[in-house]
């Protein structure tokens, strides 16, 4: 089987840039839920951050600081504590850490950036369905401890083809927002600054396709673990130029390691496609497992989902209403797999892993027979781990090493007999 080295994780010298504009945007939050001038407004991740940011708001994303939580290992401690009062543990573990930190008063924005204390404190919570239902369960929560306006988008799902009709229902749905943003902020929205987020968040989202497709080459210059980490800013500052500015430098420094034939895992073997999300407190357990099996997990559905190439300035709203539809989790199988397979194809994929989310049905795409059904129209094998993004206790190390082990071993196996 292939040989298990020593991994040498490969440090990407823009990660400070990274660091230092969260830090800013996190720094930033702070002081707007601290002021009384400015206002605070908690989005879901495809939810419209385009129009919040237009509207003046500082955008906080709750997914974003669960994320911090399983990253940080805190989540598994604090899932407890939203399940006494009634959320269960089967139910979404982002909902369940990130509503039993605010029980707890904890936060890992705390240890990372002295002086912030917590999340801030929303004026308004805006969410939009087209992952879930969990995201508005999550925000009425907050609506009734908070005592604070919660409005969203109820999205159409399960859909082939994104609709006129679809796109005529998500834009009236968020037309329909704008009269309580409004009377939050206390400003009309002006509609040439929607489309200059518009414009922002369409050239973050070129820049972020441009990034995750270097992975094209051979050896990838970077792995599915290193876009978890890099996506930060296109998801919680799309729409702002300090994304634009780091996703260019990201991207010189990928094309510069193509240029010299540097690979993030060194003498890549095997190319394997991610499907699902992270087990966010296994990343670096799971980078080195792969680097050490000279296996480069290198493209995901889930880094892909901040794509959006149909924001349109000179069509703001109906563009953004188009986006929010053509996201990957709000489509049928019939499109999941369709999309997959252009992706095994221009990836040059060997094997695909399904992370089976014990608390996402939504981003765990291996319990309707997909795997199967991939698997026998292109002939690239599939391994199905059960774990979860959160819940470290749905998660166990030492059957996902057996099984990625014997994953690799099946590939290499295939390749002898090519
Ligand atoms: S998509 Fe999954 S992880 Fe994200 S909020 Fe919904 S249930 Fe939670």
Same mark, same amino acid.
């Not at 009236?172 to 939050?184: F, G, K, N, S, W």
């Not at 518009?198 to 990838?220: D, G």
């Given at each position: 089987m292939a040989q298990e080295k020593q991994p040498q994780r490969k440090k990407i010298e823009a990660t400070g840039q990274m660091m230092q504009i969260m830090s800013d945007y996190f720094y930033d939050l702070n002081a707007a839920a601290k002021s009384a001038e400015r206002k605070v407004a908690w989005c879901t991740s495809v939810g419209p951050a385009e129009l919040l940011r237009a509207m003046g708001f500082a955008v906080h994303f709750p997914e974003n600081h669960a994320a911090m939580l399983g990253a940080t290992r805190m989540a598994t401690e604090l899932i407890p504590e939203a399940n006494t009062i009634g959320y269960s543990p089967e139910i979404c573990s982002y909902l369940t850490a990130d509503i039993g930190a605010y029980l707890k008063h904890v936060s890992p924005l705390a240890k990372a950036y002295p002086g912030i204390e917590a999340p801030p404190r929303p004026d308004v919570l805006v969410f939009n369905t087209n992952q879930c239902r969990d995201v508005q369960d999550w925000f009425s929560w907050y609506a009734k401890e908070l005592n604070v306006p919660c409005i969203g988008i109820c999205s159409p799902k399960n859909h082939t083809e994104v609709s006129e009709v679809l796109i005529d229902d998500v834009s =009236? /749905? !968020?037309?329909?927002? !704008? $009269?309580?943003?409004?009377? @939050?902020?206390? /400003? $009309?929205?002006?509609? /040439?600054?929607? =489309?200059? @987020? @518009?414009?922002?968040? =369409?050239?973050?989202?070129?820049?972020?396709? /441009? @990034?995750?497709?270097?992975?094209?080459?051979? $050896?990838? $210059?970077?792995?599915f673990f290193d876009a978890t980490i890099h996506m930060g800013p296109a998801v919680v500052l799309r729409g702002t130029p300090q994304a634009v500015a780091y996703y260019r430098r990201l991207l010189a420094e990928l094309q510069a390691r193509i240029n010299s034939g540097t690979g993030a895992v060194d003498d890549e073997q095997f190319r394997i496609y991610w499907e699902g999300m992270p087990v966010w407190g296994r990343l670096r357990q799971h980078s080195e497992l792969f680097a050490g099996l000279q296996t480069s997990v290198l493209v995901s559905t889930y880094c892909s989902s901040w794509i959006f190439p149909d924001f349109d300035p000179l069509d703001p709203i109906r563009s953004m209403a188009k986006a929010y539809l053509s996201l990957f989790i709000v489509r049928s199988d019939a499109y999941k797999e369709t999309y997959i397979k252009r992706m095994l194809e221009k990836f040059h994929i060997d094997g695909i892993i399904y992370h089976d989310a014990k608390t996402c049905p939504c981003n765990s795409n291996s319990r309707y027979g997909m795997p199967q059904r991939l698997e026998q129209q292109t002939g690239i094998p599939s391994l199905v781990i059960s774990g979860d993004l959160n819940d470290l206790r749905c998660v166990s190390d030492e059957q996902t090493i057996t099984n990625v082990e014997a994953f690799i071993e099946q590939l290499e196996e295939r390749k002898h007999h090519a």
């Open positions: =009236r /749905q !968020i037309e329909a927002l !704008i $009269p309580t943003l409004e009377e @939050v902020s206390g /400003q $009309p929205l002006d509609l /040439q600054k929607l =489309r200059e @987020v @518009v414009a922002l968040s =369409r050239e973050c989202t070129e820049l972020w396709r /441009q @990034v995750l497709e270097t992975a094209a080459a051979a $050896p990838a $210059p970077l792995t």
